[in-house]
């Protein structure tokens, strides 16, 4: 084979897109665009680092700041000097025409020229004067430079699934606004001469802009009955109104809109995916072409080729398993693989297949004489048994049942009985396999750290209050051990493992929301920075800290809820208030809150916020959660799976399947 036959397979490999073609498929995708990724990992930290650590002390110009903006505005300074150079860096490695055309490359580059003249901007306005009204417009840019990078490249694969998704939503949206409008303009006519009142007094639907933001709020049930009662008070036959408006808006156009969601999330995914296995079996065609020779007037690769082929794709595989690859791929049995066999090949080597020799433990090759003893092999039958399972099942139920009802005399005795499990375990299927299974990994860490945290009470002279304080969070451990019973019933299997594969993909979706959250947080800190503030609600003396510190909130709902913790002073505490406004419950009154000490359109930040973050990203996030689902529960073993057991069986080799579940 010539060096440049290897150099392109070797292109080829690191091109090659894990995507099958498969229900699989649909859980590993990558971008289409490769990317050079040396120097990755310190520019994501040093992103990060900058969106944390200056958020923290970079406050707006106005408020006090623990840093000065010299010491900042030096950090963010390096971070954007260290950007530039990583963008170069890049560019070094590509053609002028292929940098150009990459919009990530240009994103991020107008992202630092843009943060650049601001700084200057700021600067300059600082120096001269005019500080109080200087502000920092180019802090909702950061989350470009994260998620323009390569290493967020699921991330930007979310978003880019959204920005697909939105054009068909938006006749839903705009439908579902009309009806709201139309509501307003019913409820607007139907009770503003009727000189209703609120309980606090306030006149009550008068005008048509705060009808339309109590009707919004009510699609969210966060102010039902409230908004209702003073008309249903009047008369009760106007509670028709607001069944219609729930039934219509929350129950009907809610649920087309989660429907057209995931439609137009599953076929923009589909397509995703098609494209990036054409681009796989294209790569593996080329690969073909590089490698065939002719044979009796075919294009063939010969067992040779394909033995160097696999000596260059990691990881080290041994002669037989080769040889199984090989007779799974050869299907005519005529010791040669064609072009369509070939195209195989991507999908095969992501078959999980370990060899018996792997499996032995180090107990087997420490002492193999007292580990294949009599007594030894019983012993390991025993553990193996399902019933040995069925029986820590038993005493996992019997230890919360106990926990429940606060005894803890049994406390050693079955912190003993679970390490004893683990021991056996380990000694049964070996150490690296033990470690293998989620399971096994779970019932280590609790165990391990209720032993860890109970030796610590007990030799050390702690008081009674730091004794119940960590007995409590060892009980909680103890009773987490619940979960594995759930996980190994059949019926919850489903569930439990769509829960665990969806890990990734939801850190996926948790870097969405953190780059939304970054943004409305930049921006919110701009606008109610010091609006609001935190000083206690009793033995108060300086009447300038009564009512969260701003006068125009005494009397209202926001200070009654003791929500003064609840600002946007700093960015923990600004991420903290998004969150509440995304879990909906009360969010109005927080809206409220903000509008009080500023003005009515402040509720555009809040209509906005969860317009973006609730009805589309998380209507989203709901959509793939019930595809994968779907997947999950659909899922049997792939033809490829069938062909390899099949294989491995005519070469007179064992599935040991059944016997390594047990562990």
């Known amino acids: ?275 990036l296995v054409y681009m796989k079996r294209k790569s593996l065609a080329k690969a073909f072409d590089l490698l065939k020779v002719k044979k009796d007037g075919e294009f063939i690769i010969d067992f040779k080729r394909f033995n160097v082929l696999l000596k260059m794709i990691p990881p080290t595989r041994s002669p037989m398993m080769v040889n199984i690859l090989w007779y799974v791929l050869d299907t005519n049995g005529d010791n040669a693989v064609g072009k369509v066999d070939f195209l195989q090949l991507a999908d095969l080597l992501n078959v999980t297949v370990t060899e018996v020799k792997d499996r032995r433990s180090i107990f087997d090759r420490i002492a193999p004489v007292c580990f294949h003893s009599k007594f030894s092999i019983s012993l390991r039958q025993l553990v193996a048994h399902k019933y040995f399972r069925y029986f820590f099942d038993l005493m996992i139920l019997l230890n919360a049942f106990l926990i429940a009802f606060d005894i803890t005399d049994g406390e050693w005795f079955f912190l003993a009985l679970f390490t004893a499990e683990i021991l056996l375990k380990m000694y049964t299927f070996g150490v690296q396999y033990f470690f293998r299974r989620f399971w096994n990994i779970f019932d280590f860490i609790v165990i391990g750290g209720a032993i860890i945290g109970t030796s610590i009470e007990a030799f050390m002279d702690s008081s009674a209050e730091d004794k119940t304080r960590t007995l409590d969070i060892l009980l909680v451990l103890r009773v987490l051990r619940l979960v594995k019973i759930i996980g190994g019933i059949d019926r919850f299997q489903v569930i439990v493992t769509t829960i665990l594969n969806l890990g990734p993909s939801i850190l996926t979706y948790g870097g969405v ?113 019930l595809e994968a689902f779907i997947l999950e529960y659909s899922f049997c073993k792939s033809k490829l799976e069938n062909a390899m057991e099949k294989k491995i069986i005519e070469m007179g080799l064992q599935l040991g399947r059944k016997k390594i579940s047990r562990s």
Not at 7 to 12: A, G, M, V, Y
Not at 516 to 538: P, R
Not at 590 to 596: I, R
Request: hydrophobic share 45%; net charge positive; glycine share 2%.
């Open 1 to 275: 084979m010539s060096e440049s036959t290897k150099t392109d397979l070797e292109n080829i490999d690191k091109q090659d897109d894990p995507v099958q073609d498969s229900p699989e498929s649909f859980k590993t995708m990558g971008d289409e665009i490769p990317t050079v990724t040396t120097r990755d990992r310190p520019v994501t930290f040093s992103k990060e680092s900058e969106n944390v650590t200056i958020e923290l002390d970079n406050h707006p110009p106005h408020s006090e700041s623990p840093l000065s903006q010299t010491v900042t505005m030096s950090i963010e300074f390096a971070c954007i000097l260290f950007y530039l150079f990583r963008l170069l860096h890049c560019a070094s490695f590509l053609p002028a025409e292929t940098f150009c055309r990459d919009k990530k490359n240009i994103l991020v580059l107008a992202s630092i020229i843009l943060t650049a003249i601001d700084m200057s901007c700021y600067i300059g306005m600082v120096n001269s004067g005019y500080g109080k009204i200087a502000y920092r417009w180019s802090r909702p840019l950061r989350p470009l430079f994260i998620v323009n990078f390569s290493e967020s490249k699921q991330v930007r694969r979310a978003f880019r699934n959204i920005r697909k998704t939105l054009p068909d939503i938006l006749n839903v949206l705009i439908l579902f606004f009309l009806s709201i409008s139309l509501f307003s303009l019913m409820a607007q006519k139907l009770f503003q001469k009727r000189e209703l009142k609120y309980p606090d007094g306030k006149p009550y639907f008068t005008n048509y802009l705060d009808i339309y933001f109590k009707l919004y709020v009510l699609v969210t049930t966060a102010n039902n009955p409230d908004i209702m009662m003073p008309a249903y008070d009047s008369n009760r036959w106007f509670a028709i109104f607001f069944i219609a408006y729930l039934i219509i808006c929350l129950y009907i156009f809610m649920n087309i809109f989660l429907a057209v969601v995931y439609n137009n999330y599953r076929k923009h995914l589909k397509n995703e995916v098609r494209k």
């Open 513 to 625: 929301l953190i780059v939304v959250y970054y943004v409305f947080a930049i921006i919110g800190m701009e606008l109610f920075h010091g609006k609001i503030k935190y000083y206690g609600y009793q033995n108060i003396t300086d009447p300038s800290h009564l009512y969260c510190g701003n006068s125009l909130l005494n009397g209202s709902v926001f200070y009654q809820s003791q929500y003064c913790s609840n600002n946007f002073n700093n960015i923990l505490s600004t991420f903290v208030v998004l969150f509440e406004l995304m879990v909906v419950n009360q969010w109005h009154v927080l809206a409220n809150g903000f509008v009080l000490v500023t003005s009515k359109a402040a509720r555009l930040y809040f209509f906005a916020f969860h317009l973006t973050c609730v009805i589309i990203v998380l209507n989203i996030f709901t959509a793939f959660v």
